[in-house]
Antibody, heavy 120, light 105 residues
Framework: QVQLVQSGSELKKPGASVKLSCKTS????????MNWVRQAPGQGLEWMGW????????TYAQGLTGRFVFSLDTSVSTAYLQISSLKTEDTAVYYC?????????????WGKGTTVTISS | DIQMTQSPSSLSASVGDRVTITCRAS??????LNWYQQKPGKAPKVLIY???NLQSGVPSRFSGSGSGTDFTLTISSLQPEDFATYYC????????FGPGTKVDI
């Protein structure tokens, strides 16, 4: 079945960088887009953007700074989110979520999330 | 950006109750509206897509309606496993989520 397996929790200091992974299985990776969604503690869901898994072209949500980068390794059907110059406000759970065919923004399968904690 | 609002922000209900959650978009989004359920410590799960279509595997007690700017999620008979937070999400452009409605006992 379709699975999105995300990397484990991260504890980082402000100013550091982190790269999260989302390894997929059970479907043709390049046929469906991948979204990234974050959720700060006790808060709602925030769409960060998506990456076209066929072309590698990312689209970032308005207001998302250049500190966030989406990438792929199609050889291992894995999507990545790299965050640089980490700030305490980046503390959140980060989800990858697969798009459905014909609707980039409908997300039918989600990873379990990666908890990122930024603290000095 | 299209802003989404939900009401109520929380509600208390009992097993067997009929529950209705409302979602409103700041501009027309046709039927590009999805509903997700999230339980504590878990990832969201899609329930309804395109305003009124039940996602495969989701119980038929869940239903959605609406178009344009006003949408509704209804749970016809609340079950113990339905206590969760529900989010609407517009997929018309650069998706945005509503703030959520927490359903508890």
């Amino acid at each position: 079945q379709v699975q999105l397996v995300q990397s484990g929790s991260e504890l980082k200091k402000p100013g550091a960088s982190v790269k999260l992974s989302c390894k997929t299985s059970g479907y043709t990776f390049a046929s469906y887009g991948m979204n990234w969604v974050r959720q700060a503690p006790g808060q709602g869901l925030e769409w960060m953007g998506w990456i076209n898994t066929n072309t590698g072209s990312p689209t970032y949500a308005q207001g998302l700074t250049g500190r966030f980068v989406f990438s792929l390794d199609t050889s291992v059907s894995t999507a990545y989110l790299q965050i640089s110059s980490l700030k305490t406000e980046d503390t959140a759970v980060y989800y990858c979520a697969k798009s459905v065919a014909g609707n980039i923004y409908k997300m039918d399968v989600w990873g379990k999330g990666t908890t990122v904690t930024i603290s000095s | 950006d299209i802003q989404m609002t939900q009401s109520p922000s929380s509600l208390s209900a009992s097993v067997g109750d009929r529950v209705t959650i409302t979602c409103r978009a700041s501009q027309t989004i046709s039927t590009d509206l999805n509903w997700y359920q999230q339980k504590p410590g878990k990832a969201p799960k899609v329930l309804i897509y395109a305003a009124s279509n039940l996602q495969s595997g989701v119980p038929s007690r869940f239903s959605g309606s609406g178009s344009g700017t006003d949408f509704t999620l209804t749970i016809s008979s609340l079950q113990p496993e339905d206590f969760a937070t529900y989010y609407c999400q517009q997929s018309y452009s650069g998706p945005t989520f509503g703030p959520g409605t927490k359903v508890d006992i």
